[in-house]
Nanobody, 119 residues
Framework: QVQLVESGGGLVQPGGSLRLSCAVS????????MGWYRQAPGNQRELVAT???????NYADSVKGRFTISRDNAKNTAYLQMNNLTPEDTAIYYC?????????????WGQGTQVTVSS
């Protein structure tokens, strides 16, 4: 059973930084694209950043220049470095991964980690 587990969320003051991690565990053949999404209260889940297995990245306009997505393929882990955080970044952050547990691929989601930006 493939699982994605996020960690690294918490409470931070405006202007501060956090680093989220997303570890993929279980039995699988390959991990393809991975991504971070977030959902604030009353809002739909939105894309934050994605990264391909080769390291190509894509960002939402709202986080460009402040957030950096990366991955360590040897550790089956993706990261989201978040700098210069603002209260508007407050949300539950979810990781997803396009994973092939066998011959077929499917998207898996983590349980989410809360990020709160407040003074």
């Amino acid at each position: 059973q493939v699982q994605l587990v996020e960690s690294g969320g918490g409470l931070v003051q405006p202007g501060g930084s956090l680093r989220l991690s997303c570890a993929v565990s279980g039995r699988f053949r390959s991990i393809y694209d991975m991504g971070w999404y977030r959902q604030a209260p009353g809002n739909q889940r939105e894309l934050v950043a994605t990264i391909t297995s080769g390291g190509s990245t894509n960002y939402a306009d709202s986080v460009k220049g402040r957030f950096t997505i990366s991955r360590d393929n040897a550790k089956n882990t993706a990261y989201l470095q978040m700098n210069n955080l603002t209260p508007e970044d407050t949300a539950i952050y979810y990781c997803n991964g396009d994973v092939a547990p066998g011959l077929l691929r499917r998207v898996y989601w983590g349980q989410g980690t809360q990020v709160t930006v407040s003074s």
